[in-house]
């Protein structure tokens, strides 16, 4: 989808980008495009696009032999994309709010993500797709510095944590300005995960936000809730300091510290 067809769409429907949904429409089929080969799709795949917008996405998926099922807030764009010749399930939600979409099937996820709500959807995506072996995102590219972070740094959190554990995460290449309608004020860029590990149990993330809860308290502190006894034998077993805080934990630390203290077994 080039400027020009973006624009047409646009203004014969009178749908102009909302600013409260952080909407920039991807119009620019060659960044299409390379999106679309990232993400590795294979025949009779489950795809989740969320956010869809007015399709840049979606039209070159929906032409492959997949299941493609797309979720888009804005009520307008979603009488947009039902009355194209778009093959896909087109879900009228706000994903954070979605319920029973069949999680546990997507293969793989694609998203220009709104920048406004990116670690909230991550976060919900890593919790509930936990079968999904790719991930290819348009993030802002400040963003990075939160999603690459490695312990002991300002950046380093949960979102850090769980890009880790899902699997290889790499930078793919910087989108221009020029490529949306109407162009942002930050740079974009792409990202691709590749799953490397087994599924993480729902709860982790849970855990993790636990963890991170008051960032300059010991890590004692806030796993308040657990048996000390039981908190401080893992500790022990995992050789972690028991004056430690959050950010001193390496990604698989968390999933071993879960792991112990709720008696699970993940990552087979």
């Known amino acids: 989808m080039n400027f020009d067809t973006a624009n047409q769409i ?10 409260k949904f952080g909407q920039n429409f991807l119009c620019d089929d060659i960044i299409t495009n390379r999106i679309v080969e990232l993400a590795g799709l294979k025949n009779g795949d489950n795809v989740l696009e969320i956010g869809p917008g007015i399709g840049a996405i979606t039209r070159p998926i929906s032409n492959l032999d997949v299941n493609l099922k797309c979720v888009e807030i804005d009520r307008r764009l979603v009488d947009i994309l039902r009355d194209s010749d778009i093959d896909a399930e087109i879900i009228s939600a706000d994903y954070l709010k979605l319920r029973d979409y069949g999680a546990e099937k997507i293969d793989v996820v694609v998203s220009n993500l709104p920048y406004y709500i990116m670690t909230d959807i991550m976060k ?3 919790s509930e797709c936990t079968n999904s072996r790719t991930l290819v995102f348009m993030v802002e590219q400040a963003a990075l510095e939160r ?3 490695i312990p002991e740094t300002k950046q380093y959190g949960p979102l850090s944590v769980l890009c880790s554990l899902y699997g290889d995460v790499k930078k793919e290449f ?4 020029s490529a949306f309608i109407p162009m942002p004020h930050t ?8 799953r490397t590990s087994g599924r993480i ?3 982790f993330e849970g855990f993790v936000e636990k963890c991170f809860s008051m960032r300059r308290k010991r890590l004692m502190k806030n796993l308040a809730d657990y048996d000390r ?7 022990s077993k995992l050789d972690i300091d028991i004056n430690c805080r959050a950010e001193e934990l390496k990604p698989e630390q968390f999933l071993s510290l879960y792991e112990l203290l709720n008696n699970l077994v993940l990552n087979d």
């Open 124 to 126: 919900k995506i890593f």
């Open 201 to 203: 149990d729902s709860g």
């Open 229 to 235: 006894t039981e908190v401080l034998e893992a500790f």
């Open 187 to 194: 740079t974009s860029c792409v990202i691709s995960l590749r």
């Open 147 to 149: 999603i690459l972070a």
């Open 10 to 19: 646009l203004k014969e429907n009178m749908a102009l980008p909302d600013a």
């Open 174 to 177: 910087v989108v221009p300005f």
